[in-house]
């Protein structure tokens, strides 16, 4: 009895390690937890710092991992190395065209605002081509819809609510 009970430890164990073990995918879009995250040339602080960004909330795409270290990708196609504790799983979205805030998903939708290009959404919703964002202006909140295609921090084809 004791030795299955072991085995049973052992095992409950094992299948634990495995599941903490196993990283989130990649790639995928998270967002700076500060306003202050220092953008390295590779995965640790020993190497240089590339840039340093000043915006909490902005959004970038982890494209690998090493150890406590993620490379990211930013909208204009920079690339760099920044320390886990500083991304957040928030997710929030750039934009980058100028372009209206509609009410609805639907294309055809009236506008609730105007966004323009380098405004911070956070994304409430995404459905095939289009996402539910909120903006903050002047201490008001706009919510609406944006075509994929108008901002950075989602995928073409990818949904959640």
Known sequence: MKVKSVLLFVGALSLASAVCAQELAIPRFVSFRRSDVNLRTGPGNRY?????????NYPVEVIDEYELWRQIREVDGTVGWVHRRMLSSGRFAVVTEDTALRRDIETSAPPVAFVQKGALGKLEACEVDSCRLSFLFNDKEYTGWLNKEDFYGAYSRETFR
């Open 48 to 56: 240089p710092i590339k840039f340093v960004y000043r915006m909490k």
